[in-house]
């Protein structure tokens, strides 16, 4: 199976900041990525695809990048609202398998 | 308005069975892959199978596989998972998944297996 590892797995930011979180594959999986976002409670949702394609919806102050091997997901202002666990996922090679997250909360 | 709404979840004793649905509206359902996916308590997110648009190709994580059969019934917009020889660590809420790479999520339905 891929494993994919995620880091950090948590970090403590103002809203304003940029924030950067960086997924790893063991390995390479071209541009099947995906990036989520999870609320306490609530469903996830997709907020990218393709590794760098935003979700219909979704601001622009979330980007993504990567292919290969290393990915990144980057909210370049953070908002209230985005305090969450993002997740990556990766759709190469089954079983498909999500990284173990990464915890946004407040500084 | 897309709509998943999940239902089936509850409590089972170890080694029991259950069947989980989700109903879908608002989308054009036999175009889609579909999906299932949980997450366990204080645990990440687990994709679990998906079922092509034909539900002629299945595929499905190693834990569950020989114990849990992904369907559909296109007619009715349905989606379902057969959960059998339950575990413990089979406890999680249940997503109904639209696409094959988890596009858009219901809200999930709450299984529990405990004795």
């Known amino acids: 199976d891929i494993q994919m590892t995620q880091s950090p797995s948590s970090l403590s930011a103002s809203v304003g900041d940029r924030v950067t979180i960086t997924c790893r594959a063991s390995?390479?999986?071209?541009?099947?990525l995906g990036w989520f976002q999870q609320k306490p409670g609530k469903a996830p949702k997709r907020l990218i695809y393709?590794?760098?394609t935003l979700q219909g919806g979704v601001p622009s102050r979330f980007s993504g990048s990567g292919s290969g091997t290393e990915f990144t997901l980057t909210i370049s202002s953070l908002q209230p609202e985005d305090f969450a666990t993002y997740y990556c996922?990766?759709?190469?090679?089954?079983?498909?398998?999500f990284g173990p997250g990464t915890k946004v909360d407040i500084k | 308005d897309v709509q998943l709404v999940e239902s089936g979840g509850g409590l089972v004793q170890p080694g029991g069975s259950l069947r989980l649905s989700c109903a879908a509206s608002?989308?054009?359902?036999?175009?889609?892959?579909m999906s299932w996916a949980r997450r366990a308590p204080g645990k990440g997110l687990e994709w679990v199978a998906n079922?092509?648009?034909?539900?002629?190709?299945?595929n499905y994580v190693d834990s569950v596989k020989g114990r849990f059969t992904i369907s559909r019934d296109n007619a009715k917009d349905s989606l379902y998972l057969q959960m059998s020889s339950l575990r413990v660590e089979d406890t999680a809420v249940y997503y109904c998944?639209?696409?094959?790479?988890?596009?858009?999520w219901g809200q999930g339905t709450l299984v529990t297996v405990s004795s």
């Open positions: 998944v639209i696409g094959g790479h988890l596009d858009n």
């Open positions: 608002g989308f054009s359902f036999s175009s889609y892959w």
């Open positions: 079922i092509k648009q034909d539900g002629g190709d299945k």
């Open positions: 390995q390479a999986i071209r541009n099947e």
């Open positions: 393709g590794a760098s």
């Open positions: 996922l990766q759709h190469n090679t089954y079983p498909f398998t």
